[in-house]
């Protein structure tokens, strides 16, 4: 071989060595879900399902806008569920349920599908965003998990933003509160301390926007995958409706309500905890993938509709794969989501008979 043969092999195995050094580009996609519960068309009022596709369109163009600048998918996840924690329509943050005791007690995890770090809150009940502490439990501590007072110190440490409990107080919910614990012959707590003065008992019974059990099983979640083929996931909750003795759900613990890992897939739930507890639910679907090479809408499917089913356990998840796919699956009458994939529209689901 003459010289300039040599040269040019040598120039195509350098040229082809630099592009295998450059990383790969990904198109980014996000997927959100606003709780899952009994929400059906019927009982849904056309007020309430326009300001819900409003909300998910909103939060989802919040995550969208970070991944389109080329940001990360854990600061996706956050920007996304921070716009959906302020937002009073949803059971986080703001619009959070009431436990027993007329408290608000918040719930939150993050977790980074890179590194398989993770970070998670409970019970906390100053901090206005439950997953920015989160994301600082796993970037600025050494632990995973922190709970209840503990949990409100650290905050304050971290430099989050902290509120006055009331802050999370709506008429809607409170109202919820005390008609769960009529209904089960227990005591009714003082209103908070700081919550507006109660409406006039004509509008003691605010007009319903949504069936009255769609937030059964609310939570917030997002899932994400960036240009640089990152994924994450987070979930915030208000827990449930008078909750009492300090219960936790899913939300927080990682492996059952939130799980992300580059080697599978992101998910986030939404569900009756204790089930999505016992099944591990997120890190299952995650290992269906990862073990068994099952394709992301079949490892969901596979979990909501035969293990969880069959354990009698309701609710729902999104998840997103390295390839960019995207995935819900739910077994209630509706679960209001949304998703969307670089150089595509929003797509926003409510229902069951929606694709």
């Given at each position: 071989?003459?010289?300039?043969?040599?040269?040019?092999?040598?120039?195509?195995?350098?040229?082809?060595?630099?592009?295998?050094?450059?990383?790969?580009?990904?198109?980014?996609?996000?997927?959100?879900?606003?709780?899952?519960?009994?929400?059906?068309?019927?009982?849904?009022?056309?007020?309430?399902?326009?300001?819900?596709?409003?909300?998910?369109?909103?939060?989802?163009?919040?995550?969208?806008?970070?991944?389109?600048?080329?940001?990360?998918?854990?600061?996706?996840?956050?920007?996304?569920?921070?716009?959906?924690?302020?937002?009073?329509?949803?059971?986080?943050?703001?619009?959070?349920?009431?436990?027993?005791?007329?408290?608000?007690?918040?719930?939150?995890?993050?977790?980074?599908?890179?590194?398989?770090?993770?970070?998670?809150?409970?019970?906390?009940?100053?901090?206005?965003?439950?997953?920015?502490?989160?994301?600082?439990?796993?970037?600025?501590?050494?632990?995973?998990?922190?709970?209840?007072?503990?949990?409100?110190?650290?905050?304050?440490?971290?430099?989050?933003?902290?509120?006055?409990?009331?802050?999370?107080?709506?008429?809607?919910?409170?109202?919820?509160?005390?008609?769960?614990?009529?209904?089960?012959?227990?005591?009714?707590?003082?209103?908070?301390?700081?919550?507006?003065?109660?409406?006039?008992?004509?509008?003691?019974?605010?007009?319903?926007?949504?069936?009255?059990?769609?937030?059964?099983?609310?939570?917030?979640?997002?899932?994400?995958?960036?240009?640089?083929?990152?994924?994450?996931?987070?979930?915030?909750?208000?827990?449930?409706?008078?909750?009492?003795?300090?219960?936790?759900?899913?939300?927080?613990?990682?492996?059952?309500?939130?799980?992300?890992?580059?080697?599978?897939?992101?998910?986030?739930?939404?569900?009756?905890g204790e089930y999505f507890i016992r099944l591990t639910?997120?890190?299952?679907?995650?290992?269906?993938?990862?073990?068994?090479?099952?394709?992301?809408?079949?490892?969901?499917?596979?979990?909501?509709?035969?293990?969880?089913?069959?354990?009698?356990?309701?609710?729902?998840?999104?998840?997103?794969?390295?390839?960019?796919?995207?995935?819900?699956?739910?077994?209630?009458?509706?679960?209001?989501?949304?998703?969307?994939?670089?150089?595509?529209?929003?797509?926003?689901?409510?229902?069951?008979?929606?694709?």
């Open positions: 071989m003459n010289r300039i043969g040599a040269m040019a092999i040598g120039g195509l195995m350098i040229a082809a060595a630099t592009r295998a050094q450059q990383p790969v580009a990904h198109r980014w996609a996000i997927v959100l879900h606003g709780g899952a519960g009994v929400i059906e068309r019927a009982t849904m009022s056309a007020e309430g399902e326009k300001a819900y596709r409003a909300s998910m369109a909103k939060a989802t163009e919040a995550g969208a806008q970070v991944l389109d600048k080329g940001g990360s998918s854990l600061d996706a996840v956050e920007a996304a569920i921070r716009t959906l924690e302020d937002d009073p329509l949803f059971n986080a943050g703001r619009g959070a349920d009431f436990a027993a005791d007329g408290r608000n007690e918040l719930d939150a995890a993050i977790m980074d599908g890179s590194s398989m770090k993770a970070g998670a809150v409970g019970d906390v009940t100053r901090t206005r965003h439950p997953i920015s502490l989160a994301r600082a439990v796993m970037e600025k501590s050494p632990h995973v998990f922190l709970v209840g007072q503990g949990a409100d110190e650290f905050s304050a440490y971290a430099g989050l933003e902290q509120v006055d409990p009331s802050y999370f107080f709506t008429e809607r919910r409170w109202q919820a509160l005390i008609k769960e614990l009529k209904k089960e012959g227990m005591p009714l707590p003082l209103r908070p301390a700081g919550a507006p003065p109660p409406p006039p008992t004509s509008q003691i019974e605010p007009v319903q926007i949504e069936p009255a059990d769609a937030h059964k099983y609310g939570t917030v979640g997002v899932v994400a995958l960036d240009r640089a083929g990152n994924l994450a996931a987070g979930t915030s909750t208000g827990g449930t409706n008078a909750k009492r003795w300090g219960r936790v759900g899913d939300s927080p613990i990682i492996g059952a309500g939130t799980y992300a890992s580059n080697q599978s897939c992101a998910v986030s739930a939404t569900g009756t639910v997120a890190r299952t679907v995650c290992a269906l993938v990862e073990y068994k090479g099952m394709k992301l809408q079949e490892a969901a499917d596979q979990i909501i509709h035969k293990e969880l089913t069959g354990m009698h356990g309701d609710g729902g998840v999104i998840a997103i794969a390295p390839n960019g796919e995207m995935a819900w699956s739910f077994n209630t009458p509706g679960m209001y989501r949304a998703r969307q994939a670089e150089g595509g529209k929003v797509e926003i689901g409510i229902y069951n008979d929606e694709p």
